[in-house]
């Protein structure tokens, strides 16, 4: 399929859950030169009242028919990993570039097979790590550049979050915790973003090792994991996660140390980037776009019309899929997707 450049990108929409009512939805028809046009989820009802309340003209309850639809020009794909790679690889060999949800798929193997039908069929591949666009993690990228902390030597990631399945059954457990579906447990979902930021900063991963356990044994999925890691650029990486500590014990910081300093910055709950040298410490505000997506959707779209080139691909978030599955290697041995 051939997108005329100079007019605006039609989109269309697989899984219109409740990641895209506010956080991305709204930015395939907000952003300049883009409209979502058509939107699928396998609940007839739902697809309908999304598409009523967000102002689509068309919805489906089958994918397949999204894909084929002669009026979206591109595909967004919003479903569980599980469906990421399938969705993707219809997608592109029916001729149409494709934004896939974070993480890219369930494991390296799904992203290295999506990345060759992308080269296959010449279909651009894109996946939703916004984090590249937001204005904090910019500066911060900025600020290293300046050498406003001297050479970076190494950098720490500490993520610890409360178990709200400690008061839920299998069954109202989100799917996130369930390996078959997510390819791991809230690790994939939430360290993803942080070591994909650390991939766009410092380069990629060359070296990784980690250590992952269940050891609150609520659901199937791991619950505990640390890691060590080596970047191309010389950076050393160490990140701790755990998603079954008291709500006192609850951290977030991605820490960056250098020859002359320090910053630290917040990757998920709101907070201020925090910088530390020998002039003191000063401390930066900055304020989101509404849908939080928005900034690399419009990357997405400018590339498709020929302005530009969006920095989040299928190549730089399969590196992240494979420093994940590094990661938790030993834990799921054989299970692997």
């Known amino acids: 399929m051939k997108i005329d450049k100079k007019n605006t990108i039609n989109w269309g929409i697989i899984g219109v859950g409740d990641v895209t009512e506010v956080k ?41 028919e999204l894909i084929n639809d002669p009026d979206v020009d591109a595909v967004y794909i919003a479903t569980p990993p599980d469906s990421h790679a399938s969705y993707a690889i219809e997608t592109m060999q029916a001729g149409k570039p494709v934004y896939v949800e974070k993480p890219m798929a369930r ?11 992308s080269k296959e069929t010449g279909m651009p591949l894109w996946v939703a790590y916004y984090r590249r666009t937001l204005p904090a993690f910019l500066k911060v990228k900025e600020l290293l550049e300046a050498g406003v902390i001297g050479k970076p030597l190494m950098v720490n990631i500490k993520l610890y979050k ?21 390819g791991a447990g809230h690790f994939f ?28 044994a609520l659901y199937p999925a791991e619950d505990t994991v640390s890691g060590t890691w080596e970047h191309k650029s010389g950076v050393i990486g160490t990140g701790s996660w755990c ?6 014990s609850e951290e977030d910081y991605i820490q960056i140390i250098g020859e002359k300093g320090e910053i ?37 779209v400018d590339e498709l ?23 938790v290697k030993d834990y799921y041995k054989d299970q692997r997707l």
């Open 24 to 64: 991305s939805g709204p930015a395939f028809y907000k952003s300049n030169n883009s409209k979502l046009v058509a939107v699928m989820r396998r609940n007839a009802q739902k697809a309908a009242d999304y598409a009523k309340r967000h102002n689509i003209f068309k919805w489906y309850s089958n994918a397949s």
């Open 107 to 117: 494991s390296y193997a799904e992203c290295v097979e999506m990345l060759k039908v």
């Open 162 to 182: 409360q178990a709200n399945e400690r008061n839920q059954t299998p069954e109202e457990m989100h799917w996130h915790v369930f390996p078959e579906i997510s």
């Open 189 to 216: 979902d939430l360290a993803s973003h942080q070591l994909d930021y650390l991939d766009f900063i410092f380069e990629e991963v060359v070296k990784v090792k980690g250590n992952a356990s269940n050891v609150a």
């Open 243 to 248: 998603f079954v500590v008291d709500k006192n």
């Open 264 to 300: 630290c910055l917040p990757c998920f709950i709101p907070g201020n980037v925090k910088l530390k040298t020998d002039d003191g410490i000063t401390e930066l505000k900055f304020q989101n776009p509404e849908h939080i997506s928005q900034n690399l959707v419009q990357q997405v």
């Open 305 to 327: 019309r020929g302005n530009g080139k969006c920095i989040s691909t299928g190549e730089s978030a399969a590196r992240t899929s494979w420093v994940l599955d590094e990661m």
